[in-house]
């Protein structure tokens, strides 16, 4: 809901590590983020099923947004996925083949996971057409209302890419992923058309990198420009 908005959108909390918004404080070794954003990409997995996970779980936050009060139910689903998972994926893994190799095959496949995960969502957001709003310091409001500001913080890319679209589920997609998440992925290029000519009458940005490597390029630019601004 709140894309591209520092300390509300969890995506761009990547600190101290990089610099994703102006907002962020810089430091010198944010310099060189566009060479070592991959190896950060490539720890989400990891850090987000060990560490983050619990953290948003027992400080009931995400960034600085409350979460609503827990039921039962809830504290009961979270602890019993939690358990299952760490069952399936390390504790009989290593009963069957040990501990070297599970770590070895996990990290992989976390790593890779990660990656992946990291590389589709900050393509679609942290390139260099997408707008990094500010609230009213006062109001604490927007100056778009929701859609516009959608529109305005996502970029799409790669979508006349039939395997690229089939691997992600769709979110290359992302304009539409964000302004109908209830449709099923498989409409998206239908609505897409729709989409960009409402945008066209209206005046409205419709934001897209037409191959997957222009999009890579835009975020390798703008890690680099948020390295040394």
């Given at each position: 809901?709140?894309?591209?908005?520092?300390?509300?959108?969890?995506?761009?909390?990547?600190?101290?590590?990089?610099?994703?918004?102006?907002?962020?404080?810089?430091?010198?070794?944010?310099?060189?983020?566009?060479?070592?954003?991959?190896?950060?990409?490539s720890?989400?997995?990891?850090?987000?099923?060990?560490?983050?996970?619990?953290?948003?779980?027992?400080s009931?936050?995400?960034?600085?947004v409350?979460l609503?009060?827990?039921t039962?139910?809830?504290?009961?689903?979270?602890?019993?996925?939690?358990?299952?998972?760490?069952?399936?994926?390390v504790?009989?893994?290593?009963?069957?083949?040990?501990?070297?190799?599970?770590?070895v095959?996990?990290l992989?496949?976390?790593a890779?996971?990660?990656?992946?995960?990291?590389?589709?969502?900050?393509?679609a957001?942290?390139?260099?057409?997408?707008?990094f709003?500010?609230?009213?310091?006062?109001?604490?409001k927007?100056?778009?209302?929701?859609?516009?500001?959608?529109?305005?913080?996502?970029?799409?890319?790669?979508?006349?890419n039939?395997?690229?679209?089939?691997?992600?589920?769709?979110?290359?997609?992302?304009?539409?992923?964000?302004?109908?998440?209830?449709?099923?992925?498989?409409?998206?290029?239908?609505?897409?058309?729709?989409?960009?000519?409402?945008?066209?009458?209206?005046?409205?940005?419709?934001?897209?990198?037409?191959?997957?490597?222009?999009?890579?390029?835009?975020?390798?630019?703008?890690l680099?420009?948020?390295?040394?601004?």
């Open positions: 809901m709140y894309t591209n908005i520092d300390g509300v959108d969890d995506d761009l909390d990547i600190r101290p590590w990089m610099r994703l918004t102006a907002e962020q404080p810089r430091h010198r070794a944010h310099r060189f983020q566009h060479l070592y954003f991959g190896f950060f990409y720890l989400l997995y990891i850090s987000w099923i060990f560490i983050t996970d619990y953290q948003k779980y027992f009931r936050r995400i960034g600085s409350a609503k009060p827990m039962t139910n809830d504290h009961l689903i979270f602890w019993g996925f939690k358990l299952l998972n760490l069952g399936l994926y504790a009989l893994p290593i009963y069957n083949v040990g501990f070297i190799p599970w770590l095959g996990f992989v496949m976390g890779v996971a990660g990656f992946v995960l990291s590389i589709v969502f900050q393509l957001h942290t390139v260099e057409q997408t707008a709003p500010t609230p009213h310091e006062t109001t604490r927007l100056e778009d209302e929701w859609a516009i500001h959608q529109l305005r913080t996502t970029a799409n890319f790669a979508t006349d039939r395997l690229i679209s089939w691997l992600v589920g769709g979110l290359n997609f992302q304009v539409e992923h964000h302004l109908f998440p209830k449709i099923s992925h498989v409409h998206y290029p239908m609505l897409s058309k729709i989409i960009r000519q409402t945008c066209a009458e209206f005046g409205l940005p419709y934001q897209e990198y037409p191959k997957m490597r222009y999009a890579v390029a835009s975020h390798v630019a703008f680099k420009q948020m390295g040394r601004a």
